[in-house]
């Protein structure tokens, strides 16, 4: 009997805001809440991005003014609106009118250039046309005959101008001891604290639970850090005439989330566990940890991935591929001479790329019956995650086959478990949506294809990155944040950064509505991602209704009980966060140096192996698995 892997908790932030409670989702379809819900989502934003502050148990703005649920929209509306969702790159960034580069200069004199310098600022070994005079106090005097190479400061226009950003605002270095880490750490602190917090759970009374080597992190970045306090800073400080630090290369590795969550936030000593796969990175690790619970090789799950990349680098990286929605294209794509920045993205519309986004996302899993016994709130289930590649290939990011593997897959596993009912009648796709040209073609054809194939009339798609951009490690994360809050709220999102549905895009059984929408309660959601060089991954995700359906099954209505009177602890908790968060109180989980494991107190023998610190102990008494060839 394989465990159910159970989603016990999310958190995180994009440029929506945080994950947790579905703030970030809300701010999405705000225009859709009721008006308690609208206020209550534009506080917490408010607190998120400093916008006001907890002084003497009430909330004041930045001019001492007190802020409450029926004013913060009259007062602080149109800042938190501005400050959030796709938009103009701010100048913490970069100055997008004003990107620094290096200009080289190449030129040839008649006669010789003269001048002096310190004689430790000369070039080594010294070119072959420069003649060196020594003066006094360690100066000397160059003479440049001939043809000579400068590199000098200068500044462009950047074509890209806009991107999925954090909060306006939101500054996490300050949240907590930061020491110079990058901003993707950063965040993977901020979503894995915000993660357990939000799950309402005694995170050391979840490990007392289980073996030590029974939690496991799964998580990712693509880039690495590509901030200057990592790999950006590697590459770039020599170029600069800087030093290279001891820390950019450690902390620039595409490994560090994972590590940081184990090492400051959870304390884990179980698996450890990063793999990249483009776009599809959030949903690689989340198979594998899918895979780990139903192979009871993990009981509590870490899923998670960040990426901070809005560099002038990596923009013009993806800009020169064509790949990003620039100035020019989608001047000509609105026949204006004024870019809208606010709909940069726009999935299955007339589009001309996808915009860039930053963000961390962490999920919490754990199996079934562990999650019945601590009380968790269910918040829904994924049963697998399929992923297949593209077969040859002429272009490595041109889309292929694999994608239709994956889908198709997610479609079947959802009929089988749950019937033909629910597949056709309440299901939705969170598409992968990257908002370019082609992509609108060859995914919408996927699911129009497969939407015949099993009967799926109106088969209503959701595009988040129309909202957050593409966050490229974390882009499914932020999809299934979205499927969550779906599942949570009964509100279905449209896209409203389209004006129609492209002409090209299959869509006879799709419904790709351009408004948000309330809708019936929905039974699955698929997380799909299309990633460069054929990284392709669905996942289907079972909503908290008909988890706790098959729960009820396999456990029992008594368990399912049992269940209920643990939860209210549970909700408790998790509301005395909420509160907190929606005044900025975060509690930032930032354990450094604490807790420390002496390597002489672990004690063991052949059957068991106990560490300091840890309830229970790691078993030794391992069975042959291959008994039968021995």
Not at 332 to 358: A, H, M, Q, W
Not at 500 to 506: E, N
């Amino acid at each position: 009997m394989k465990a159910l892997p159970v989603i016990v908790a999310m958190g995180g932030i994009n440029a929506a805001g945080r994950t947790s409670f579905n703030q970030g989702f809300r701010r999405v379809v705000l225009d859709a809440l009721g008006q308690q819900q609208r206020q209550e989502t534009l506080l917490g934003l408010a607190a998120l991005m400093n916008l006001v502050s907890k002084q003497e148990e009430q909330l004041v703005d930045g001019d001492g003014n007190t802020i409450t649920l029926d004013n913060v929209e009259s007062q602080l509306g149109e800042q938190i609106l501005s400050g959030t969702l796709i938009r103009r790159i701010e100048a913490t960034h970069f100055d997008v009118d004003a990107t620094h580069w290096q200009q080289k200069l190449t030129g040839h004199s008649e006669q010789a250039i003269t001048f002096t310098t310190r004689a430790r600022q000369l070039p080594s070994p010294v070119p072959s046309n420069w003649q060196i005079t020594e003066l006094d106090k360690g100066q000397v005097e160059v003479r440049i005959n001939g043809e000579f190479t400068f590199k000098h400061d200068s500044f462009r226009d950047n074509p890209i101008k806009a991107a999925g950003q954090l909060p306006t605002g939101f500054d996490p270095s300050v949240l907590y001891n930061s020491r110079y880490q990058p901003r993707g750490l950063q965040a993977t602190i901020f979503a894995a604290s915000d993660a357990i917090h939000s799950s309402g759970l005694d995170w050391q009374k979840v490990m007392s639970a289980v073996a030590p080597d029974q939690i496991g992190t799964y998580s990712a970045s693509v880039a690495g850090q590509v901030n200057s306090e990592g790999l950006g800073g590697l590459f770039r400080s020599r170029l600069q005439g800087d030093r290279v630090s001891t820390k950019q290369l450690a902390l620039g590795l595409n490994t560090m989330s994972t590590d940081f969550i184990n090492a400051y936030v959870t304390g884990s000593v179980g698996t450890t566990f990063t793999t990249s796969g483009a776009c599809a990175t959030f949903l690689y690790n989340l198979r594998a940890a899918v895979n780990d619970i139903t192979a009871g090789r993990t009981r509590v799950a870490i899923v998670a991935s960040s990426e901070c990349a809005i560099e002038p680098e990596i923009i013009e990286g993806f800009g020169n591929m064509g790949a990003l929605a620039n100035d020019d294209n989608l001047k000509k794509l609105d026949n204006t001479d004024e870019v809208d920045y606010r709909r940069t993205s726009r999935p299955f519309g007339e589009n001309c790329g996808f915009t860039i986004g930053e963000g961390a996302q962490v999920t919490i899993l754990m199996d079934d019956a562990l999650a019945l016994e601590l009380g968790a709130q269910i918040r829904g289930s994924v049963p697998e995650v399929f992923v297949n590649a593209d077969g040859y290939k002429k272009s490595i990011t041109a889309p292929g086959p694999g994608n239709y593997i994956t889908m198709a897959k997610s479609v079947a596993l959802a009929q089988a478990m749950v019937g033909d009912e629910s597949l056709t009648q309440r299901s939705f796709v969170l598409a992968h949506g990257s908002s370019t040209p082609q992509n609108r073609v060859t995914e919408s054809a996927i699911y129009d294809r497969i939407a015949s194939a099993y009967g799926i009339e109106q088969w209503p798609i959701v595009a988040p990155k129309a909202y957050v951009g593409h966050t490229i490690a974390p882009a499914s994360g932020d999809q299934l944040a979205f499927a969550l809050g779906v599942f949570d709220t009964n509100i279905m999102p449209g896209i409203t950064t389209i004006d129609k549905v492209a002409d090209d895009v299959h869509d006879d059984r799709l419904h790709i509505s351009l408004s948000h929408r309330h809708c019936e309660a929905q039974d699955v959601a698929f997380i799909n991602s299309k990633g460069f060089g054929g990284n392709n991954a669905t996942a289907p995700v079972l909503s908290p209704e008909l988890t706790k359906k098959m729960l009820a099954k396999r456990h029992g209505e008594q368990a399912m009980s049992e269940h209920h009177k643990r939860l209210q602890s549970t909700l408790a908790q998790q509301q005395i966060y909420w509160q907190q968060a929606q005044q900025g109180e975060f509690n930032i989980i930032y354990r450094f140096g604490e807790g420390l494991i002496d390597e002489a107190d672990i004690h063991f023998d052949q059957q068991q192996m106990r560490i300091p610190g840890f309830t229970n102990s790691v078993k030794l008494n391992i069975e042959n698995p291959f008994a039968d060839m021995k």
